[in-house]
C-alpha cells in the first residue's frame, strides 16, 4: 500500500470509517445468529473491512454468475442493498461538494456498487 493510501485511509479512519466498520461487522454478526443468514453476514463483514480501509483496495467481479449468487445479490438487495447503496450514494454527493472530498466521494461510489450486489465481488488490495 502506497503511503498516499495509508494516509487517506487513516483521515476515513477519522471522518466515520470505524463507524461504518463497526455497523457491518455487528449487523453481519446479527445476520450469522441463523444458519440462513450466515452468507450475508459474511458479506457484510467483508463490507465492513472494505470500509476500514477503502483506499489502496480495488473490487473484482467473479467470473461468471452462478445461480445461488444471483439469488442471493436478489435478496440481499430486496432486503438492505438498496438503502446501503442509497446511503453511501448520498455520502459521496456530500463529500463531492467539496473538491478536497472527491477522493472521499469515490470511496463511498465503490462501497455504492459493492453494498447493492456483494455476493461474486472479490476485494484486492494493492
Same mark, same amino acid.
Given at each position: $500500500?502506497?503511503?498516499?493510501?495509508?494516509?487517506?485511509? #487513516?483521515? &476515513?479512519?477519522?471522518?466515520?470509517? !470505524?463507524?461504518?466498520?463497526?455497523?457491518?461487522?455487528?449487523?453481519?454478526?446479527? $445476520? $450469522?445468529?441463523?444458519? #440462513?443468514?450466515?452468507?450475508?453476514? $459474511? !458479506?457484510?463483514? %467483508?463490507?465492513?473491512?472494505?470500509?476500514?480501509?477503502?483506499?489502496?483496495?480495488?473490487?473484482?467481479?467473479? !467470473?461468471?454468475?452462478?445461480? %445461488?449468487?444471483?439469488?442471493?445479490?436478489?435478496?440481499?438487495? +430486496?432486503?438492505?442493498?438498496?438503502?446501503?447503496?442509497?446511503?453511501?450514494?448520498?455520502?459521496?454527493?456530500?463529500?463531492?461538494?467539496?473538491?478536497?472530498?472527491?477522493?472521499?466521494?469515490?470511496?463511498?461510489? %465503490?462501497?455504492?456498487?459493492?453494498?447493492?450486489?456483494?455476493?461474486?465481488?472479490? +476485494?484486492?488490495? &494493492?
Amino acid at each position: $500500500m502506497r503511503a498516499r493510501d495509508v494516509f487517506l485511509n #487513516i483521515i &476515513w479512519f477519522l471522518l466515520g470509517g !470505524e463507524v461504518l466498520f463497526l455497523l457491518y461487522c455487528i449487523g453481519g454478526l446479527i $445476520m $450469522m445468529l441463523t444458519i #440462513i443468514g450466515i452468507p450475508f453476514g $459474511m !458479506e457484510a463483514i %467483508k463490507l465492513g473491512g472494505l470500509s476500514l480501509s477503502p483506499f489502496g483496495s480495488e473490487i473484482a467481479n467473479l !467470473e461468471g454468475i452462478q445461480g %445461488k449468487r444471483f439469488i442471493f445479490n436478489i435478496l440481499w438487495f +430486496i432486503t438492505f442493498g438498496w438503502l446501503i447503496a442509497v446511503l453511501h450514494l448520498l455520502l459521496a454527493l456530500i463529500f463531492a461538494v467539496t473538491f478536497i472530498g472527491l477522493p472521499f466521494a469515490f470511496q463511498h461510489w %465503490k462501497l455504492a456498487c459493492v453494498g447493492a450486489f456483494p455476493f461474486g465481488k472479490v +476485494i484486492v488490495h &494493492w
